[in-house]
């Protein structure tokens, strides 16, 4: 299944999540695809609801921002896949599925500094 929680098309290249959310980087480079929520049932359920992302090398397994080298950056993309989940099947319950709850009451609040954050893909000429 395709992500749910990036938008990404192959033919034109990927932009890296983390490059995005942590520096603001959204050049196009070379990337690889991550299960937001691992293990070996739990990797199986991130593709068949689309939790994954795209993640150059530093973040995904070289380098000490990576994401299989720091609980925090994991920490951050489970739980925005816990949030993408939720908002696009609100008839499901990611802990029944997942087992596993990422989210605090504190992170289910609205913060305002929150607001305007966030990638969308536009539509452009597609000629």
């Not at 932009?15 to 942590?22: A, G």
């Not at 992302?53 to 920490?75: D, F, K, Q, S, T």
């Not at 939720?86 to 305002?112: A, C, V, W």
Request: some cysteine.
């Amino acid at each position: 299944m395709k992500s749910i929680m990036q938008p990404y098309d192959r033919s034109r290249g990927s932009s890296c999540y983390l490059c995005q959310k942590l520096n603001g980087d959204c050049w196009d480079k070379y990337t690889e695809e991550h299960h937001a929520i691992g293990g070996t049932a739990n990797r199986k359920l991130s593709e068949k609801y689309g939790l994954k992302v795209r993640l150059c090398i530093y973040h995904h397994r070289e380098g000490p921002e990576a994401v299989h080298n720091n609980i925090n950056n994991m920490r951050l993309l489970q739980k925005e896949a816990q949030i993408a989940f939720e908002q696009h099947y609100p008839d499901l319950s990611f802990s029944d599925i997942f087992g596993m709850n990422y989210l605090t009451e504190e992170d289910r609040k609205p913060h305002k500094d929150k607001i305007g954050q966030g990638f969308f893909l536009m539509e452009g000429d597609k000629s």
